[in-house]
């Protein structure tokens, strides 16, 4: 039995130095909204909520958790996380619906759901992995670098490279024909054993599509990923589809179950991506991924924020195993590492969960102070 007795928020910015480039827009800071969650008994847990993107959309989550959501969750008891999720879910509904803002509504109800997992597997005192479903420790976790930016991206390679990755996602949907020339001068340098992949960030129109698409399938890349918008017509994607030897990727914009379900069933996206943060966390996000294995399509969780939900990714592949790569953030990101300590460095191009409780990890708040935004608390 859970009751959620007390919860801090966390909204934390840093500050790049080279703001990250999609096909949507840059990114110019790291924002990132940690939840404390304790129980009635003291034992805690963490979570993240996705917040990447836009910087404003950190504030109005943290502004929904302390206004609608967290005086709705603080004081309830619930079985377990799942109940919690799915009990949460049902009472937000109408809020989500009147307010026209599911999404933000969604990330705030993962980051509580993760939070909750962390806690029961601490109190339980069995890593996350473990709680998920793994019985043997995990092997190590075939990381890529993500997030790479389409200038300067051999030298990026390359230091990536130096830094242990052995895999590579890089952004495109900008001007094809340069798009292509950067994809194929990358793939030309690649290492034996070394993996590529591409980004659109739904770039692209079914029109533009249609030529873009079997021009980079011609690569040697593991996956291209969101190459239209995810609410497209399923006929656009399974065109798509048929025109690409390489897998299609994408899930991170997918912000319900059935809408989950319906796209591992379709068969059109050969690698499933949900976001612990943005829709799901372990409640919603283990039954997806599992359904995606189980029907023989790759699951590869998609993350790029800090430290917490990354662990909680990393745990959940472990669990749901298959061969699937972990979302590492390879650009500068001050944010990753300190709020999620011990933070484990690459190991030849993987990463390691340890046997420590829950997450295994926890926030240097002394060091992350100086990107302290806000810090709310409230008590049941
Ligand atoms: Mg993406």
Known sequence: MIEISRVDIYHFSAPIKEPIVTSFGAIIARNNILLRIEDQDGAHGWGEIWASFPPCGAENKVRLLQSIVLPTALGRRYENPTEAWHGLTRLMRRHA???????????????????????????????????????????????????????????MIASCRERGYRAFKVKVGFDLTTDLENIGTIADSLGDGEALMVDVNQGWDIKDARAAVPAFAEMPLDWIEEP?????????WAELARLSQVPLA????????????????????????????????????????????????????????????L??????????????????????????????????????????????????????????????????EMSA
């Open 97 to 155: 619906l009147q307010s026209a803002e599911p999404g933000p509504f969604a990330a705030c109800l993962a980051g509580i759901d993760v939070a909750l997992w962390d806690l029961a597997a601490r109190k339980a005192g069995v890593p996350l992995w473990r709680a998920l479903g793994r019985e043997s420790m995990p092997e190590p976790l075939p990381a890529y670098a993500s997030n790479l930016n389409p200038t300067g991206t051999p030298e």
């Open 228 to 236: 239209i918008c995810v609410d497209e017509p399923v006929e656009q």
């Open 250 to 309: 994408g899930g991170e914009n997918i912000l319900s179950l059935t809408d989950f379900e319906n796209a591992v069933d379709d068969g059109h996206l050969g690698v499933i991506q949900p976001d612990i943060g943005k829709w799901g966390g372990f409640s919603g996000c283990l039954p997806v991924a599992r359904r995606a294995v189980a029907a023989g399509r790759r699951y590869c969780p998609h993350w790029l924020n800090a430290g917490i939900g």
């Open 311 to 376: 662990h909680a990714s990393a745990h959940l592949l472990s669990a749901v195993g298959g061969t699937g790569f972990l979302e590492h953030d390879a650009l500068e990101n001050p944010l990753q590492a300190p709020l999620a300590e011990p933070f484990p460095p690459l190991a030849d191009g993987c990463f390691l969960l340890s046997d420590r409780p829950g997450l295994g990890v926890e926030p240097d708040l002394g060091t992350a102070a100086q990107w302290l935004q806000s810090h709310i």
